[in-house]
């Protein structure tokens, strides 16, 4: 990737189990993503994905809960000649937590939360290239693995 300036990320990929995927969009963009943010000083992604998913959406997760999907690169979706590294992490909820789920809000920059079903995570305009080009892929692949080991 050829770009002047390069933002280094972690972020949660937050699944339902409807296979639904939270996505939020930050104040003053059009285009959704994965909840999370920049590092403070000597954070690990890990805490990072931690803090912003619990200062952005208001959901407290434990380190424990995360699955470490690796890091991916793609165009920042709001920053021109801008890439993103991101660490990503997933989250899967089952019916025991809808009621946690359903009472997430909007916090921090972030304008709005919408749920769109993994399968939908494809590119479009409103959607954040690294969302839609790396990740969803990454964790279909990762949900046909696990599903294919349980049959």
């Known amino acids: 990737m050829t770009h002047q300036n390069v933002i280094r990320v972690a972020a949660v990929v937050i699944l339902d189990r409807f296979h639904r995927v939270l ?9 959704f993503m994965q909840p999370g943010g920049k590092p403070e000083f000597q954070e690990t992604p890990q805490q990072t994905a931690v803090r912003e998913v619990a200062e952005e959406i208001g959901l407290h997760l ?16 709001n920053e021109t000649n801008t890439a993103v590294m991101c660490h990503n992490f997933l989250v899967e909820f089952d019916e025991t937590g809808l009621d946690l789920l359903d009472s997430l809000r909007p916090a921090a920059e972030i304008a709005e939360l919408r749920w769109i079903a993994l399968e939908s995570l494809t590119p479009a305009e409103h959607l954040a290239p690294l969302l839609t080009e ?3 892929p990454a964790v279909r692949a990762l949900l046909k693995t696990v599903d294919s ?3």
């Open 149 to 151: 080991a349980t049959r």
């Open 23 to 31: 996505t939020v969009r930050k104040e003053g963009t059009h285009r």
């Open 62 to 77: 434990q380190p424990a809960q995360l699955v470490d999907l690796g890091t991916f690169s793609a165009q920042a979706a």
């Open 134 to 136: 790396q990740v969803a």
